[in-house]
């Protein structure tokens, strides 16, 4: 089955600077790739995904890019601020048996964002 | 708001007891996900239903079943509860089979003591 890593599973920046989460994934037919952010006793809210015929797509601060011969892709956030501290997580999709896809997520990393 | 909803909230229980745990769908969303959210496990696939039929299957144990009713609410039963059953349960709906943007309810919060 699919596995996903995820790094680093903390990350603490000051506010302004940029931050980098990155997953790699081991099933080369994962093919659609979302990333969640889930703040503190929330549900997990999905913030920008991408599918693999796309390298890069960005949305205002937040951007991700998919190297599919590497198997990985990364969230890349600019200017963070106080309220991007949450924990993300990243996820592969591939198609299983009937259809469906089914993510498999990454451990998570916390972002905490300092004033 | 993401549109799911999902209840009880909380839920505390002694091992050995079964309960029930409840999802309704966005309106138009006909697939519904549950997942297990551990701090040592993270968020774990465990089963998916779409228009009532189950179409995909994690590692969910054989202590729990599901099913998606005509309305399309869902519901997960877990039972022989063991301790390390407590974890947060989120169920997701999306509007077909995946690929596409999955929305998740408030979770229920299980503890079994």
């Known amino acids: 089955g699919e596995n996903v890593e995820q790094h680093p599973s903390t990350l603490s920046v000051q506010e302004g600077d940029s931050a980098v989460i990155k997953c790699t994934y081991s099933?080369?037919?994962?093919?659609?790739f979302p990333w969640y952010k889930q703040e503190l006793g929330k549900r997990p809210q999905l913030i920008i995904d991408?599918?693999?015929?796309?390298g890069e797509k960005k949305d205002q601060r937040i951007a991700v890019t998919l190297n599919k011969t590497a198997k990985h892709f990364s969230l890349h956030i600019t200017e963070t601020q106080p309220e991007d501290s949450a924990v993300y997580f990243c996820?592969?999709?591939?198609?299983?048996?009937?259809?469906?896809?089914?993510?498999?997520f990454g451990r998570g990393t916390s972002l905490i964002v300092h004033p | 708001d993401s549109g799911v909803t999902q209840t009880p909230k909380h839920l505390i229980t002694a091992t050995g007891q079964r309960v029930t745990l409840r999802c309704s769908p966005r309106?138009?969303?006909?697939?519904v996900y549950w997942y297990q959210q551990s701090l040592d496990q993270g968020l774990q696939f465990l089963i998916q239903?779409?228009?009532?039929?189950?179409?995909a299957k994690g590692n969910i144990l054989e202590r729990f079943s599901a099913q998606q009713f005509p309305d399309l609410h869902s519901e997960l039963n877990l039972s022989s509860l063991e301790l390390g059953d407590s974890a947060l349960y989120f169920c997701?709906?999306?509007?077909?089979?995946?690929?596409?943007?999955?929305?998740f309810g408030p979770g229920t919060r299980l503890l079994v003591l």
């Open positions: 997701a709906s999306s509007v077909g089979l995946g690929g596409e943007t999955q929305y």
């Open positions: 099933d080369s037919a994962s093919n659609y």
């Open positions: 991408i599918r693999s015929n796309v």
């Open positions: 996820a592969a999709s591939n198609p299983a048996s009937g259809g469906s896809y089914i993510p498999t």
């Open positions: 309106s138009g969303d006909l697939s």
């Open positions: 239903y779409y228009n009532g039929e189950e179409r």
